[in-house]
């Protein structure tokens, strides 16, 4: 019973301002704000990342996935086993091979779970990251379920010559930070590119896409593997950023914590999976701040949205363009 | 493996796949009745396990315990179905799982203040507390036989209500063709807050026979419910006869795997899984 959701795919102007008036912050904010407050917003923008990748599936193509936490831990282990314990790894090759391997591991359970279909998916997609999650909980090899260590940020040196030092907090903050503007981008370019047509159109009506001759499953694993792929990009930088990897990194929860980020901040445009990120982890701050029972809050607060607001923050805007314009016919 | 070691592995793996069996009938009746994706099924049978475990103590009779827990369990799910679950029933499965989840949470964080967050046993009923030996060495412990025989019990139950009453008769119209059966007059709101209640009961009840066996702790719940997925999954959505068969499936290859492979067995009914769903991505008996 999938009733199709407003979509804002092209962003008002005044989104479009807010998010500038954003990124005009994000780039201000480490002169003025303290360590603790940069590493909180680092590991907001990294789980902006997490989402905008999600958004792909949930937002673009209307794949719900459950399980798309696996695909981010994957890459901070890969880290994890790429730096030695005595000394950095080279970020230049590590990045991308731990990014191809969320990618690859997205590739192989997406031939799977594009199969299926509505409430299968989004089991099955669970079941298969939990796999994942089992895989390294139970594994001492693979850390167990106490994790592993990163001693050592990738070392961005190139031959000698050191562009920028990933060990400096705020030198990190603006290498995630630019990240986020390079998916954001790289994800809008997609959006509006044949293969992103394609995939709203999958969202829409795919037994009409597949009248007209579009191999849906193939496009459907192009965009789980790109998810996939840019999850691992999250991960990786979750993992150099906080030097630790366990499994609840792949957990259930985190899976749907990045649902709700989307959710939150509306689907579909990029632009809301990031406004949801932010929202979402402040909200988790804030939680844990006022009470120990930090739970029921969160519980309480995701039952409330999805009764009051099931279209996201920047689904009011659609809402009430939805209702100027229809105003607009009466009178016009 | 000798012919003792064999028998006893296999009753395990009978008792694990009906205790299986009892959540996964509720979740796929759910499922197929009312299409709703239910998260927090999983945390039903916690809460089973803590009502077990707090009513054993307090009545210090098993059998007084699961039916008052039964009863419990079911006013429970009727007033969250009144409250909550009616209003998801056309939504979105986004929204399902979104609220769902948010109950999770709910779930937790009340257990973690009712009961606390410490690992308690369930003492055995003294009736049940014996061994039927098989060998030497070897014996068989008669409450994992009373599991199953409880299991048993319910789903000859649960067959007979669905396929042989007129209750049951209405619910599958319902399942059919929900308009058609409320225009022949059959009140649709009624059987749902009785399948949803059914389906937390089955959920509850399991949670309180396995809680002498498995104990009861914090986040029972999400492990129980991934294996319930994969049950459905490889049964196929709304079919309770799929969900026995695939329950049984499931507990023999995990009951057997961890003796016969333990360095992969975690990871064996998921393979199962993966290889039904390129056999049949629809399960084995999709109806």
């Known amino acids: 019973m999938s009733t199709p959701r407003a979509n804002i795919e092209v962003l008002p102007r005044s989104v479009q301002f807010a998010l500038a008036l954003g990124l005009a912050a994000l780039l201000l904010f480490p002169v003025v704000g303290s360590d603790f407050y940069v590493q909180m917003v680092t590991r907001m923008m990294i789980m902006a990342i997490f989402a905008m990748s999600l958004d792909l599936l949930q937002g673009v193509t209307g794949l719900v996935s459950l399980g798309h936490a696996a695909y981010f831990g994957v890459a901070g282990y890969a880290l994890a086993f790429l730096t030695p314990a005595d000394m950095p790894v080279s970020l230049w090759w590590s990045l991308p091979l731990a990014v191809a391997a969320s990618g690859l591991v997205a590739l192989v359970i997406g031939f799977f779970v594009v199969r299926t279909h509505g409430i299968y998916f989004i089991m099955v997609t669970m079941a298969f990251a939990q796999m994942v999650f089992y895989l390294f909980f139970d594994n001492k090899v693979l850390g167990g379920s106490d994790g592993l260590y990163i001693n050592f940020r990738p070392d961005a040196s190139i031959l000698g010559w050191l562009p920028f030092d990933l060990e400096g907090r705020k030198t990190f903050y603006y290498f995630t930070l630019a990240l986020v503007v390079l998916v954001y981008a790289l994800l809008r370019r997609l959006l509006w590119s044949p293969l992103g047509r394609a995939l709203a159109g999958i969202r829409i009506n795919e037994h009409r896409m597949r009248a007209m001759g579009f191999g849906t499953r193939g496009y459907k694993l192009t965009a789980f593997t790109i998810a996939g792929a840019l999850a691992g990009l999250a991960g990786y930088l979750w993992g150099a950023q906080t030097g630790y990897v366990n499994p609840e990194l792949m957990g259930f929860h985190m899976s749907a914590h990045a649902i709700m980020m989307v959710i939150l901040g509306g689907m579909g445009n990029f632009a809301g999976a990031i406004v949801g990120a932010f929202a979402f982890e402040y909200l988790l701050h804030a939680f844990k701040d006022i009470s120990k029972h930090w739970q029921l809050l969160m519980g309480c607060f995701i039952v409330l949205v999805v009764v009051a607001a099931p279209r996201g923050l920047l689904g009011m805007f659609a809402q009430r363009r939805a209702a100027q314009a229809s105003e607009g016919l009466h009178h016009g | ?287």
């Open chain 2, 1 to 287: 493996m000798d012919f003792a070691t064999f028998l006893i592995q296999l009753l395990n793996s009978v008792q694990y796949g009906l205790l299986l069996f009892m959540l996964a009938a509720g979740l796929t009746l759910i499922f197929g009745i009312m299409g709703v994706v239910n998260l927090a099924h999983g945390s039903f049978y916690m809460l089973g396990a803590y009502l077990g475990y707090s009513l054993s103590g307090q009545f210090g009779s098993l059998t007084l315990a699961i039916l008052g827990g039964a009863a419990l369990a079911v006013v429970f799910g009727l007033v969250l179905e009144w409250l909550l679950f009616r209003h998801f029933y056309h939504r979105d499965h986004l929204d399902q799982v979104l609220l769902t989840f948010g109950l999770i949470y709910i779930f937790e964080e009340l257990r973690s203040i009712l009961w606390g967050d410490d690992v308690h046993g369930v003492a055995i009923p003294k009736l049940l507390d014996w061994s039927i030996p098989l060998t030497d060495t070897l014996s068989y412990p008669v409450y994992r036989l009373f599991i199953s025989g409880v299991c048993i019990a319910l789903a000859v139950a649960l067959y007979l209500l669905i396929s042989k009453t007129r209750l049951g008769m209405k619910i599958r119209a319902g399942a059919f063709n929900r308009d058609m059966a409320e225009s022949l007059g059959v009140n649709i709101k009624l059987i749902h807050a009785i399948v949803f209640a059914l389906g937390v009961g089955l959920a509850a009840v399991a949670g309180m026979v396995a809680a002498p066996v498995s104990s009861v702790y914090p986040n029972m719940g999400s492990s129980v419910l991934i294996m319930c997925f994969v049950v459905v999954v490889i049964g196929g959505i709304g079919s309770v006869r799929g969900a026995l068969i695939a329950a049984l499936l499931v507990g023999f290859v995990d009951t057997f795997g961890k003796v016969l492979l333990p360095q992969v067995a975690g990871m064996l009914v998921y393979m199962l899984m993966a290889a039904v769903l390129l056999w049949k991505p629809e399960g084995l008996f999709k109806q």
